[in-house]
C-alpha cells in the first residue's frame, strides 16, 4: 500500500521560514518525480514546485520561485519543501505528489498523493 506522509506544517509569521516533508512507502521512491501543490479554501489545488526522479531538474511557480526550494534524500525516501520568506497568500493547505509521468504541473499526472499539512501565515 502506498502511502505519502507529510509533516512540517504550522502557524508561521510573516517573512518566516518552514521546512515540509513527504515521507513516501510502499513505492519505489527513485522511479518517481516528486511534487508539491497546494490549495487554498475556495480554490483550486495548484502546482508548487517539482523534482525529477535523479534530482537533477525542478520546476517552480513563477510565485514561489525566489522563496521556495525542493530537495529529495532517495535513502530516506523523502522529498522536502523549504519555504522562506512566507507570505499571507502561501496560506494553503499543502500535498505532496508522487508521478511516474516526470516533472509535470498537471495534478492529473500524479499517481499518488498525501493527505496535506495545513501551513498558514500570520501577517
Known amino acids: 500500500q502506498v502511502q505519502l506522509v507529510e509533516s512540517g506544517g504550522g502557524l508561521v509569521q510573516n517573512g518566516g521560514s518552514l521546512r515540509l516533508s513527504c515521507a513516501a512507502s510502499?513505492?519505489?521512491?527513485?522511479?518517481?518525480?516528486m511534487g508539491w501543490f497546494r490549495q487554498a479554501p475556495g480554490k483550486e489545488r495548484e502546482f508548487v514546485i517539482a523534482?525529477?526522479?535523479?534530482?537533477?531538474?525542478?520546476s517552480y511557480s513563477d510565485s514561489v520561485k525566489a522563496r521556495f526550494s525542493i530537495s529529495r534524500d532517495d535513502a530516506k525516501n523523502t522529498v522536502y519543501l523549504q519555504m522562506r520568506n512566507l507570505k499571507s497568500e502561501d496560506t494553503a493547505v499543502y500535498y505532496c505528489?508522487?508521478?511516474?509521468?516526470?516533472?509535470?504541473?498537471?495534478?492529473?499526472?500524479?499517481?499518488?498523493w498525501g493527505r496535506g499539512t495545513q501551513v498558514t501565515v500570520s501577517s
Open positions: 510502499g513505492l519505489t521512491f527513485r522511479r518517481y518525480a
Open positions: 505528489g508522487a508521478s511516474l509521468a516526470g516533472v509535470t504541473r498537471d495534478v492529473n499526472q500524479y499517481n499518488y
Open positions: 523534482i525529477s526522479w535523479s534530482g537533477g531538474f525542478r
